[in-house]
């Protein structure tokens, strides 16, 4: 599976961003998708996971109430949906599959090449 991640730039704090990762060369709804981010210095981090189906969603603490990720299985692709955004979610966020429900980045075998996010204050 090869995902391609695109989407992210520079935006002010407030300010809304969405995110997409198409998928190719294998079977979307198979797997659970995850987006990731990882801040220059730090550990790379889950922010959201959804489900095969969409119906299961897990969202870190962080994003709560501020993100939404959702998927369209048609069009083989994930979304990640930021509103209200702050300096600490500047990342390079990135998208990855896995055939099991988890959020440890190391059960996720495929993984798109990454997008920056840059929020200024």
């Known amino acids: 599976v090869q995902l391609q991640a695109s989407g992210g730039g520079l935006v002010q704090a407030g300010d809304s961003l969405g995110l997409s990762c198409a998928a190719s060369g294998g079977t979307f709804s198979n797997y659970y998708m995850g987006w990731f981010r990882q801040a220059p210095g730090k550990e790379r981090v889950v922010v959201a996971r959804?489900?095969?189906?969409?119906?299961?969603?897990y969202y870190h603490d962080s994003v709560k109430g501020r993100f939404t990720i959702s998927r369209d299985n048609a069009k083989n692709t994930v979304y990640l949906q930021m509103n209200s955004l702050k300096p600490e979610d500047t990342a390079v966020y990135y998208c990855a599959a896995a055939s099991l429900s988890t959020i440890l980045p190391s059960r996720y075998r495929y993984w798109g090449q990454g997008t920056q996010v840059t929020v200024s204050s």
């Open positions: 959804i489900s095969q189906s969409g119906t299961s969603l």
